[in-house]
């Protein structure tokens, strides 16, 4: 009988359930429920509506029964670095503020000054961004500190997720690893650090590695499903489960393509020497104690932004035929000024940024269009050349993964201003990366360099090679 699990994959702008399964050794997807994410403001503050979510999982999940599929276990990742905090009840004290959320704002330099910043490096091995955990808890610790007296749990999202499905408190690794709290050496909570910073290390609670089964589900979810299942610990984050899903990752840069761009090579070690730090690259928790080395570009959001901005009067598809219409146009942006993070108007910020830098102004869709592809690929040449140069070496090829792979104008673009053979897909690679840590977990299949040859052989990736005399003008 085909064992089926359940990939629950939550992104900044929307969310699915795919069941994925495995057939004369291929791994087959297929996706069963899908709704938008959106950020609401409440109370003064950009939040994710959190029940919203846990009632769209819930309805993912009883499609099962309209399919008469009873999935062997359920696994759930989202962005990472938000989190909910918990009082002794188990009840909520906080909303699930967004990483957009300005409260951080300052609050980075304001840890500086408990500890510096090269130590904080040198232990977790994470990269500065001001919407990290750690400077949101001390956000809160500044500004309601009676929230963090009441809190006793601390929850990272998709940990939330999971406490509601089994009313267990765990916190899964690779997320755990992106609040720059945790010791990139010992894979702990850094207590010295949370010391440090005054913030109660009772509230965390023990870290699980992802291919954990976390429980079954609460009885009374059972009764309303109607089945029982496994709740299991995938790479609770995104970016994790992605890179999982790379199917080669030998001298490979990858790009997970989506509202964020990640890049990076996967290691064994993290490398926290000072000019990784200078470039801002982060060591994040991955499967099997891989660390990702890797380095956040503002991504697809860019583009979405403008896209909401238009009135979604134009489609990413007509976006692309736009920018190419354009092609005499030229002015670059660095996409990862915080300025870009949450504009009030994106396709203003970025013409101002031109004007500004005494560039030509994008003032038609296929302009502002051209202006951000452009823009974006300038950032990841960029960050090409300082992997290459911490690892003294040429990486020939980059493997796009992710949803925004499927823009060949920017594969070809990429491909063109790094002279570099670019390889596209999987699309699905985070649920993909999630269905295969529960298949590890339910013991279908044995490690990761076997899920990545079942990968490798059940997706297609498309090649892009550079054109002659095209590169990135
Ligand atoms: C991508 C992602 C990135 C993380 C950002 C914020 O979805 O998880 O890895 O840096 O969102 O959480």
Avoid at 20 to 42: C, D, M, P, T, Y
Avoid at 125 to 148: D, H, M, R, S, W
């Amino acid at each position: 009988m085909k064992k089926y699990t359940l990939a629950v994959d939550i992104g900044a702008s929307s969310g699915r359930l795919i069941l994925g399964f495995l057939e004369n050794n291929a791994l087959q997807l297929e996706e069963i429920h899908r709704f938008s994410n959106n950020i609401v403001k409440k109370d003064q503050h950009f939040c994710w509506d959190i029940d919203k979510l846990f009632s769209e999982i819930k309805k993912g999940i009883k499609k099962c029964n309209d399919l008469g599929i009873k999935p062997a276990s359920i696994g759930i990742d989202t962005w990472a670095v938000d989190f909910v905090l918990l009082d002794e009840h188990g009840e909520l004290v906080t909303d699930a503020v967004a990483y957009r959320d300005d409260r951080t704002n300052g609050v980075m330099e304001e840890v500086f000054q408990k500890i510096s910043k090269e130590r904080l490096y040198l232990e977790t091995g994470i990269q500065f961004q001001k919407f990290n955990t750690i400077y949101q808890l001390y956000a809160i610790k500044k500004n309601n500190p009676e929230v963090l007296d009441k809190a006793k749990t601390f929850l990272m999202i998709p940990d939330y997720f999971n406490y509601l499905l089994t009313g267990k408190a765990a916190n899964e690794y690779t997320n755990a690893s992106s609040t720059q709290l945790l010791n990139a050496f010992t894979k702990k909570w850094d207590k010295e650090l949370l010391e440090t910073l005054g913030i109660n290390a009772s509230i965390f609670q023990e870290i699980k590695l992802p291919n954990t089964v976390l429980g079954n589900l609460k009885e009374e979810l059972v009764d309303e499903f109607g089945f029982d299942m496994k709740v299991v610990m995938p790479a609770t984050h995104d970016t994790g489960s992605a890179v999982i899903a790379v199917p080669e990752l030998n001298d490979t840069i990858y790009i997970s393509s989506g509202t964020w761009s990640l890049i990076g090579v996967e290691n064994r070690f993290p490398i926290c020497i000072t000019k990784a730090l200078d470039y801002n690259f982060t060591n994040e928790g991955g499967i099997d104690y891989r660390f990702r080395f890797l380095k956040n570009i503002m991504g697809l959001w860019m583009i979405q932004e403008v896209k909401r901005n238009y009135d979604n009067r134009y489609s990413f598809a007509e976006f692309v035929d736009l920018a190419k219409e354009a092609n005499d146009f030229q002015a670059i942006v660095d996409v990862n000024d915080d300025r870009f993070l949450k504009p009030d108007n994106m396709i203003e910020e970025i013409q101002k940024y031109c004007a500004e830098t005494n560039q030509n102004m994008p003032t038609t869709p296929g302009e502002v269009a051209k202006c951000v592809y452009d823009s974006l690929v300038a950032s990841y040449k960029g960050a090409i050349d300082e992997i290459e140069e911490i690892f003294e070496k040429p990486f020939p090829s980059i493997n796009i993964i992710g949803g925004g792979c499927q823009n060949e104008m920017l594969n070809q673009l990429i491909a063109d201003a790094t002279k570099k053979s670019v390889y596209a897909g999987p699309i699905e690679a985070t649920a993909i990366g999630n269905i295969v840590s529960q298949l590890m977990a339910l013991e279908e299949v044995k490690d990761i360099s076997e899920a990545r040859r079942i990968i490798k052989s059940s997706f297609e990736v498309k090649q892009f090679d550079a054109r002659e005399n095209e590169a990135v003008k």
